[in-house]
């Protein structure tokens, strides 16, 4: 960072020599170092200031808690829990180090424009660095990017949200050329594999801001991790882009508190939005948790959203690709990513569009394929080949682009209340159900990825007859993810879930804690049908077995099929226990949406052991919120 | 070494736009086709953290990477052909794409002239992408070759 000894802060000259200008020299700004001026007290409580510096209320009334896990960002020792001394550090280092404000460029605007007088007082600063950052990002607009669910990775499992700054230079203007600002772990280069592992999913990384590349995102999102992109603009004005870049730059380098299961990035951002336009408290509407996709619809209700874009993943377009080719044409493009000289009299009886559109797949899905490869000399060679069959075939129409599915904020709400009335055993029962998120494999599809269900925190309480109130169940976290199998796509399914649960056993209905999981495919012979069969374990722990930590290899199968009568799920789940004892399961559930936040479900199950058969129904109203 | 300054020299070093190669030494070139991507470990890294792995930027094109960041077809001091190789080389052979069109953005051409630009590039896969082994660095010498020898082109690579 150079100090210009001489010349007058070039920061922003628009608005700083308006600011200088409306200065007055009669009226000097309090005493720097006093805490207890009643003006340095007054706007230390302001609301924006505490934005800046990110503080939150914390559990203790009257005490805040700060975000911000580095004395770095902060210019008084007591900085972290005391805005007013804070803030008196920060008039105090602004008058006396000119590099304070090419720091803290935010905080020395947003102080300018509240002490008239302060502007005089500051010594002449340029601030290069800082300049040649906005000079280069020369930012016109900001994109709010929303990618997609993605099951196999903790942190972005709810989705991830990250900003996009489009620029405003003529060599820059186009998406692919934009910075993106990215909130996420910072891992040391060269971090031990068990050591990341780790870290990465428990924590201990610090959360740092950091800009990049959009084309980089976009190939991390949409070609490695196949995740669709949702960008909603933002309308921000230059000055509110003004503050919100000077204030991101306060960030750079500047470690958060950040936890990947109560995953924060998007909180990051909210915090952002608000110092760039005071008055909505974004953040503030999330004090426990942050799902990303609340977060967008926080940002929309704001009226910050000025249109919204889909970006298919490069997977998505290509599974839309395959579908719309005939069995046969889907053999020749199979055979074509293997070999680009496969069956030539095939491919030249073609159409020139369906040519084009069977090549198109047949490198796609190489490329598709070659994303987790080793790159060697004879995938090159086919890549090459197949680009040049794509070039071959360029002049025939383009194939149309995918449809747009419906955009993830237009889905069921993430939290969910569920009233039930039923029978266990011919006794009736009401249950009462809440869950903190997300989705299961019978809400409401539109705007969440197929095929996959995220909850955590699920607790059903059931009122049985006779007054009994008992904990019914209560799931920490349950993921399924079903992927379909075919010739081109050799995808996994897969399903985790660990909490407690009602299990009869030896004729009682025992609270047992149990951890299970399974392995498997799934496959798809009609678009609506899913068929699944997974390979299972499980770990449970219930004092009424023979063993009363048992473990238990066994076998699941069931479908899901949606059709317009709704969503109907069938399954059957079989475990043999060391100990000996078997247990079945079927159930079938079945829900018609009501609404967009609004369903009816019916489950229908009989669970058998060698002790007892237990029938069980019931009719749930479920409500998202 | 040597090579890159025999394009710098064939791109005119002069107060010109192209005053520098693209990029550099040590600057992300020699990417060949299908090699551009990122290894599994970085893609682990990136998605189990949403995070960055090592020398976090903040956007800055000055400092670590030794790139020289001169050169239109840089980007963030790196050769932009070199960061979008694969996806450049998909929009050539289709004569369209974003790849493509950010292409022509960094080298200046105006709206006006991207179709003739995507053109060019599409007419002329064969001269850009000759074998499997090219590298990002002659598919960069060769883009500014075609737009020189081309009337409507040359003017942004004089």
């Not at chain 1, 426990?288 to 997977?315: F, H, L, S």
């Not at chain 1, 475990?575 to 489950?603: I, V």
């Amino acid at each position: 960072m150079r100090i210009g000894p001489a010349r007058t802060a070039g920061l922003l000259p628009g608005l700083l020599g308006l600011l200088l200008a409306t200065a007055s020299p009669a009226n000097p700004a309090a005493p720097a170092t006093d805490t207890d001026s009643p003006t340095v007290a007054a706007l230390a409580g302001q609301r924006e200031w505490l934005q800046l510096l990110h503080y939150t209320p914390s559990w203790l009334p009257g005490r805040l808690r700060n975000f911000v896990d580095d004395p770095d960002f902060f210019l008084s020792p007591r900085g972290p829990h005391d805005p007013a001394a804070e803030l008196a550090a920060t008039l105090d280092a602004l008058r006396r180090d000119p590099a304070t404000q090419c720091r803290f460029p935010a905080r020395r605007q947003w102080l300018v424009a509240r002490l008239p007088g302060l502007a005089a007082t500051l010594p002449a600063a340029h601030c290069a660095e800082y300049e040649e950052w906005r000079r280069v990002l020369a930012v016109r607009e900001a994109v709010l990017v929303f990618a997609s669910s993605y099951l196999n990775s903790p942190s972005s499992m709810y989705g991830h949200t990250f900003l996009r700054f489009d620029s405003a230079a003529p060599e820059r203007r186009t998406p692919l050329l934009a910075w993106a600002l990215n909130f996420g772990a910072t891992v040391p280069p060269d971090e031990n594999g068990f050591v990341y592992a780790w870290r990465g999913l428990f924590g201990g990384y610090p959360g740092q801001f950091a800009a990049g590349p959009y084309f980089e995102k976009l190939r991390e999102y949409s070609r490695l991790e196949s995740r669709d992109l949702w960008e909603y603009r933002l309308n921000l004005d230059a000055a509110e882009l003004d503050r919100l870049l000077a204030h991101a730059w306060e960030l750079r380098a500047i470690n958060f508190d950040y936890y990947f299961f109560d995953e924060n990035c998007s909180l990051r951002l909210l915090e952002l939005l608000d110092v760039a336009r005071p008055g909505h408290d974004l953040a503030d509407q999330f004090p426990n948790y942050a799902i990303p996709i609340d977060t967008v619809r926080a940002v929309i209700d704001a009226g910050m959203v000025t249109d919204v874009a889909w970006r298919p993943a490069t997977r998505s377009t290509l599974r839309w690709q395959i579908a719309q080719l005939d069995a046969g044409e889907r053999q020749l493009a199979r055979r074509l990513a293997d070999d680009a000289g496969a069956d030539p009299q095939a491919f030249a009886a073609l159409e020139p569009a369906r040519q084009r559109l069977v090549a198109e797949v047949a490198y796609q899905y190489l490329r598709d394929r070659a994303v987790h490869a080793v790159p060697d000399a004879a995938l090159a060679r086919q890549n090459f080949a197949l680009l040049q069959l794509l070039e071959r075939t360029a002049a025939a129409t383009a194939p149309p682009a995918p449809p747009r599915p419906a955009a993830p904020e237009t889905g069921h709400r993430t939290g969910l209340a569920a009233l039930a009335a039923g029978t266990e055993e011919s006794r009736a029962f009401g249950d009462l159900e809440w869950r903190i998120s997300y989705h299961d494999l019978l809400d409401p599809p539109a705007g969440y990825p197929a095929g996959a269900s995220l909850n955590m925190a699920r607790m059903v309480l059931r009122l049985k007859e006779g007054g009994t109130l008992q904990l019914q169940r209560l799931d920490a976290l349950e993921i399924t993810s079903l992927a379909a199998r075919d010739q081109f796509f050799r995808s996994w399914s897969w399903r985790v879930n660990a909490g407690l649960e009602r299990q009869w056993t030896d004729g009682d209905d025992i609270l047992v804690t149990q951890a299970n999981g399974g392995f498997g495919g799934s496959w798809a012979p009609l678009p609506s049908l899913l068929l699944f069969a997974l390979g299972t374990g499980r770990l449970e722990v219930n004092h009424a077995l023979d063993r009363s930590l048992d473990l238990a290899p066994g076998l699941a199968a069931g479908l899901r099929l949606e059709s317009p009568a709704g969503i109907t799920l069938a399954s059957a789940d079989f475990y043999h226990f060391t100990g000996g004892e078997d247990r079945r399961a079927l159930a079938l559930r079945h829900e018609l949406a009501l609404g967009a936040n609004l369903g009816l479900r019916l489950q229908l199950e009989r669970r058998v052991n060698e002790h007892d058969r237990v029938d069980e129904a019931s009719l749930a109203l479920r409500y998202h919120f | 070494m040597k090579r890159i300054l025999m394009v710098a020299a064939l791109m005119g070093v002069s107060a010109g736009a192209l005053a520098e190669a693209p990029g550099g030494p040590n600057c992300g070139w020699g990417n060949m086709l299908m090699n551009g991507q990122s290894g599994l470990g970085a893609h682990v890294v990136a998605s189990l953290t949403n995070g960055t792995s090592g020398n976090a930027t903040f956007g800055m094109t000055t400092g670590t990477n030794g790139c020289s960041a001169n050169g239109k077809l840089t980007y963030g001091g790196k050769s932009l052909i070199g960061a979008v190789m694969d996806e450049f080389s998909e929009d050539v052979a289709r004569g369209d794409g974003e790849a493509l069109t950010a292409v022509a953005v960094a080298m200046g051409v105006d709206e006006a002239d991207r179709t003739a630009f995507k053109q060019l590039m599409h007419d002329n896969f064969a001269t850009l992408f000759p074998s499997a082994d090219v590298t990002a660095e002659q598919v960069s010498e060769r883009v500014v070759e075609l737009m020189r020898s081309n009337d409507q082109l040359a003017r942004y690579v004089s």
